[in-house]
């Protein structure tokens, strides 16, 4: 909407008389709309976008009206359209991303049109914080020595992403060593709110990595989206959702001392998982939500996606205002988000009754007590003493009820690590391994770095643990990758760097680590071991993903835990031990220590942060936020605004411009390429972490003159398809279910399936190329929550390049259902009951889904032919899951990018002619 005369506009002032406009909620009454005082605030903010983007094109009055007059309980029919102030993105993401905007401005010069109409029109921030790999851990040297190694693997993404800063006005890049995106936008990039062309709005983003939910924490809408996603909204599209359900969290009572933030958050998650809000908006609310400080609050919204919700809100009160002078922001500001949210009715925690939610559910925060989640996903809660007996039960199950088959006595031996140089006595002379033995320990970034509270806690528990005369165990790799500079800072001060050091804790490095999988190898002879035994080993991290093989793929099962819990569990060296009953270690005396000996109080903690955090530290440390370090520096890059595209196994133009139309061809004698069950996640189909020597990734990179040192990561080559789209599906504890069953009933790992018609087993990728050979269309065949995990693009660019028409699952991961759709992947869910196992499907099969060819519409029915091997056939009803209209025409584009993209060259055409 214009600004000239508008109703919706009024104004407020500063005490030094400075007048601020925007645009109003209260107004809406004024012209005839619903008061809007007992909506959602997420709903509310939803609103203030539109009401203020409403230009009749993208953003209709229709759409004002729609979300003034939401109801609770509607029918989810009408979308509405959200615009982002800007855009954060993570290097994994970030880079295809450039690497997209790049194609895009060839591809505009190719046809005579002026690159530089290919241009954000928004900020956008690109953090460098998932190429960090903690290789050299547990001593003092190892942030130089990491940081050292990523430049120098990755100088050709790094050269390119400098190339982006100077080709782009609006896109700057936070150079390695920093931190994490998610740290940053928290404690530097957020503002609150922002005024631009003389209109005051609040902060609102959308990120590439699903945790940006993390913001919400102190009042600030914003969730992940796909790279794909994030570049519609990039170049000047709104984000369309269906008019949302908002289910009210009310939060009662208060946490007991003793229970951190990271207890919370665990019991928060299988608590919500439980309810079913995936897809939905989450808003919290109540005199216990109230009670949080803003990191504890940051740390429940960072895992949003790990209960399925599209974000987890908290109001702007004074503990967020309290948040924003403690990390340096200017008294000016911190005053403006006040009074801005208090000029629109924003401001404050909620009480019972006050909003009219789509559904309410309480949950006390009395009952939570210490909580470990695993082995395999973040929901799996465990109480703290229920963890040991839990754990030896899964080991003892057999693979079919998703157990490890362990007998009793192969979980009582144990086995003697193999010292590779005997001449020279290591810290693994003398030590054996066993099943349930922790081999990673990691303090690491985003969830709980964010907060001082959980790190000075464990650096006191370290320090105490020091005084008994306790160690961790040698065969333990231990890491702290904080989430900031500031972290390092606040430890020092509070004289706990030197306690968490002496245990292994030493900073390795800034950025994000274990919690991605880039912690390394492990010593060559505990691979060995467990390779060679077939030991179920583990990692426990202050992270919020677990899911099999990311940390590290020997490494079968994965625990979430509090930074004091890490440490704790580093000194015992095993899952296998109830912390809440049994001793971890025997002091200088012999006698028993207990976790409860070394747990620091409440009291201890607060002194330590009130002496240790202050705005000081965030104000200096951020000052110098885009400055690299001088191997940063040193790296050349090519200027201009195209890019050259030089030979390189990082960096290639992607072909996605290429062939939109192929969306839609028709679907006939389609193959199934794999069939899943449930929980696969964006980590199963696109996996992030070290490139296996074996992999038809590694053989192409072999392939180009690269020896398997220089392989990196596959989060690393993110910008080369040819990398990422041999590394779709390539985890090696992904199981399809197409592959016949091992002798003990478990499934065979791996990315492997059965070519057909003749039922050869082959790679999943060699499969994929012979049925394009055979100019055959591919689907794929899942479970429940596909998808479900980081909101990784290449997930779904990578499933498209295989030659992949459409995905059949119950049911979908909001990221990675949008993901599909952008790439021009049809997603399908089943309807009536019907599953893989009820149609009685194996891979044999021929499919034919007639109608594509015509577009779809959302929500629109088609039928999936079935032919078997028998010469029968059934039909099967599917729903497609384009949500909205929008999502149609993307997928009828053949996907977002050529989409926009055909929009952009449009107008810039349009604008040479008349000119």
């Known amino acids: 909407m214009t600004t000239e005369a508008n109703p919706y506009l009024r104004s ?185 062309n003389g209109v005051m709005f609040p902060d609102t983003l959308v990120g590439t990595d699903s945790h940006t939910t993390m913001i919400n924490g102190i009042g600030v809408l914003g969730w992940g989206v796909g790279g794909i996603e994030a570049e519609a909204a990039m170049l000047g599209q709104p984000l369309y959702l269906l008019l949302p359900d908002v289910v009210g969290v009310c939060l009662c009572g208060s946490l007991r001392p003793g229970i951190t933030a990271t207890d919370a958050v665990l019991h928060i998650t299988r608590f919500l998982r439980s309810v079913g809000v995936v897809g939905k908006l989450v808003e919290f609310f109540g005199e216990g939500a109230a009670s949080l400080s803003a990191t504890d609050r940051a740390t429940i919204s960072n895992m949003a996606p790990e209960y399925g919700a599209t974000c987890a809100y908290f109001p702007v009160d004074e503990n967020t205002l309290a948040y924003y002078r403690q990390t340096g922001r200017s008294e000016r500001q911190v005053e403006l988000i006040g009074q801005y949210h208090r000029e629109q009715g924003l401001f404050g925690s909620p009480t019972p009754g006050s909003i009219d939610y789509s559904q309410t559910v309480s949950l006390d925060l009395d009952i939570i007590r210490p909580s470990v989640s695993g082995p395999k996903r973040p929901q799996d809660m465990l109480a703290l003493e229920e963890v040991a007996d839990s754990f ?88 702290f990758t904080p989430g900031s500079r500031v972290v390092a800072e606040y430890i020092v001060q509070a004289g706990l760097d030197q306690p968490l ?51 590290h793929p020997t490494l079968r099962a994965s625990f979430l835990a509090s930074p004091p819990l890490v440490v704790a569990y580093a000194l015992c060296g095993t899952l296998l031990i109830d912390l809440a009953s049994e001793p971890l270690g025997h002091d200088f005396s012999g006698m028993p220590v207990y976790l409860a000996d070394l747990w620091p109080s409440e009291k201890d903690i607060q002194a330590l942060v009130d002496q240790a955090v202050n705005p000081t530290s965030y104000g200096r440390l951020y000052a110098d936020l885009f400055q690299g370090s001088p191997q940063w520096n040193a790296i050349e890059s090519t200027n201009g605004p195209v890019h050259d595209w030089p030979p390189s196994t990082y960096i290639a133009q992607p072909p996605f411009l290429n062939e939109p139309e192929a969306a839609l061809r028709p679907i006939r004698d389609a193959r199934a390429l794999a069939i899943f069950g449930d929980s696969v996640t964006t980590d199963h189909i696109s996996p992030a972490g070290a490139i296996r020597p074996d992999s038809p990734a590694a053989q192409w990179l072999t392939g180009q003159g690269l020896a398997p040192i220089d392989f990196n990561t596959y989060g690393a080559r993110r910008g080369h398809f040819e990398v990422m789209m041999r590394g779709t599906f390539a985890n090696v504890r992904i199981k399809n279910l197409m592959l016949p069953r091992l002798p003990d009933g478990r499934f065979e790992e791996g990315a492997f399936t059965l070519h057909q018609p003749d039922r050869q087993r082959m790679g999943l990728f060699e499969a994929s190329s012979a049925y394009r050979e055979e100019r055959l269309p591919l689907l794929i065949f899942a479970g429940e929550e596909y998808g479900t995990g980081s909101s990784r693009d290449w997930a779904a660019k990578g499933t498209r390049l295989l030659g992949v028409r459409a995905v059949i699952a119950r049911s979908y991961e909001r990221i990675h259902r949008s993901n599909l759709i952008g790439m021009g992947v ?19 099969e021929r499919f034919d889904l007639p109608g594509v060819e015509q577009g779809v519409e959302p929500g629109q029915v088609l039928t999936l032919t079935i032919h078997r091997t028998d010469g029968s056939s059934i039909d099967v009803s599917l729903q497609a899951r384009l949500d909205n209209r929008m999502e149609a025409a993307y997928f009828r584009a053949g996907g977002i990018l050529p989409f926009v993209f055909d929009q952009l060259l449009h107008k810039a055409i349009s604008t040479k002619s008349s000119a």
């Open 826 to 844: 049809l997603p399908l869910q089943f309807m009536a009951g019907d599953n893989v196992q009820s149609l009685y499907l194996d891979g044999s």
């Open 12 to 196: 407020f002032v500063e005490l030094d008389g400075t007048r601020h406009q925007y645009f109003s909620l209260a107004a809406l009454a004024a012209q005839g709309l619903p008061a809007v005082t007992r909506l959602p605030v997420v709903i509310r903010l939803l609103l203030e976008s539109a009401l203020r983007n409403c230009d009749g094109n993208k953003v209709l009055i229709s759409h004002v009206e729609a979300l003034a007059r939401w109801q609770p309980r509607a029918v989810r029919e009408g979308e509405v359209p959200f615009v982002v102030g800007r855009v954060l993105l993570q290097d994994f993401t970030g880079v295809p991303l450039l690497t997209d905007l790049a194609a895009m401005r060839s591809e505009a010069l190719r046809r005579g049109a002026d690159p530089r109409s290919i241009e954000p029109l928004i900020p956008v921030h690109l953090v460098i914080d998932h190429s960090v790999q903690t290789v050299f851990s547990g001593k003092d040297g190892s942030v130089e020595k990491n940081q050292q190694m990523e430049v120098q693997q990755n100088h050709e993404r790094y050269a390119f992403l400098k190339w982006g800063t100077q080709a782009f006005e609006t896109f700057k890049v936070v150079p390695p060593g920093k931190g994490i995106c998610h740290q940053i936008n928290l404690e530097y990039l957020a503002q609150g709110v922002v005024e631009r």
């Open 392 to 479: 030896r039960s899964l080991l003892q199950k057999d693979g079919a009820e998703g157990g490890y088959g362990k007998t009793v006595t192969q979980l009582a031996g144990r086995h003697l690590l193999a010292n590779s140089s005997p001449q020279v006595p290591s810290r693994l002379t003398g030590v054996s391994i066993s099943d349930g033995d922790l081999m990673v320990a990691a303090i690491t970034s985003c969830t709980n770095t964010s907060n001082p509270q959980l790190l000075i806690a464990a650096g006191l528990l370290a320090r105490n643990a020091l005084a008994k005369g306790l160690s961790s165990k040698p065969w333990v790799k231990t890491l």
């Open 501 to 551: 050091a002496d245990l292994g804790f030493a900073i390795t490095a800034y950025g994000c680590g274990a919690c991605v999988g880039n912690i390394g190898g492990l010593d060559p002879a505990i691979e060995t071991a467990i390779t060679s035994q077939d030991l179920v080993c583990c990692a426990v991290l202050s992270g919020n993903r677990n899911f099999e093989a990311r940390i």
